[in-house]
């Protein structure tokens, strides 16, 4: 099923609308939006959004910083909502270390979106990124296992998660757009728990999150010629390290969903005891969105 919207500088935007629950149902189209950054969306995009898709609600699931840096545009007649998935400060929420913050925040996240501006804090991420790939024995896969684990059981993600289910509860009409930087990992989450929560399959679940692979992979290629060209003398050694960082994998949201299933018993247990998402809930928002 490809849903992608066309847009050209938002290549990882889609709608969720024709997604089949569990019992028959579909998710209305024109309605639910997850995407990557809208820092480099064209007037074209826009006007797609606003007039095609009837967007009138983006919800901002990044940090401060990543907003200063690569800030959203203004679009009439939208409301932007900034809802934080987690804050610059990540190792003080007991998150992730050191080296985990540095992975995360301030170099992955940010290279992946300034690909294509060459500055000081961009080569500065670069040389950074070439350093912990050669000089550590670090297991990328393990680490983005870790880091989507991680997001379960924590009181402060829960709490904005727990927001951002009350924000597309409460739509008061049009399409709400929500996105991260990459659209693939917090963005992916607030996702996955949202099409569970309106009753499609986690086999379905899976299949929607795998598709921002094709709209990454382009992107991906790109960055890792950049940072291990190949007059590196390990270059292909470190562009498969470097690749499992931005690649999206099905062992990173089936991780996600093993750690709700061994700490809550279920998924439907996690939207209740942690997210407080209850029958009256989930009732309203498959009223809301799905035909």
Known sequence: MNNRLPLSGMP??????????????????????????LYRATPEDIDILTREYD??????LRTRKERIMMPNPQIKGVSEIWNPLFMEDIQGLG????????????RLKSLFILRHRADEKT???????????????????????RMYMKFVNNQIVQKQIKQFFY?????????????????????????ALLLYALGVSKEAIIANY???????????????????????????????????FFDVKTCYIEAFFDAV??????????LQKALEQHTDNLVHLRTLYLQ
């Not at 998150?95 to 301030?106: A, C, K, P, Y």
């Open 210 to 244: 795998m598709e921002s692979a094709e709209s990454s992979e382009d992107a991906v290629e790109y960055l890792l010629t950049k940072l291990f060209p190949d007059s590196d003398m390990d270059s292909q050694k470190n562009r498969d390290l470097a690749r499992c």
């Open 261 to 270: 299933e061994r700490d809550y018993v279920s998924i439907d247990n996690y």
């Open 167 to 191: 924000l597309v509860s409460n739509n008061r009409g049009g399409a709400i757009l929500w996105h991260c930087a990459a659209g693939k990992d917090r963005a992916g989450i607030c996702t």
């Open 12 to 37: 990882n935007t889609r709608d969720l609308g024709g997604i089949r629950t569990q019992d028959g149902h579909y998710i209305k189209s024109k309605k639910l939006i997850k995407s990557g950054m």
């Open 95 to 106: 998150i992730f270390g050191t080296m985990d913050r540095d992975i995360l925040e301030n």
């Open 123 to 145: 080569e500065e991420a670069m040389n950074q990124i070439r350093d912990l790939i050669r000089d550590s024995d670090i297991d990328p896969d393990a680490y983005m296992k």
């Open 55 to 60: 967007v009138r609600t983006i919800i901002d």
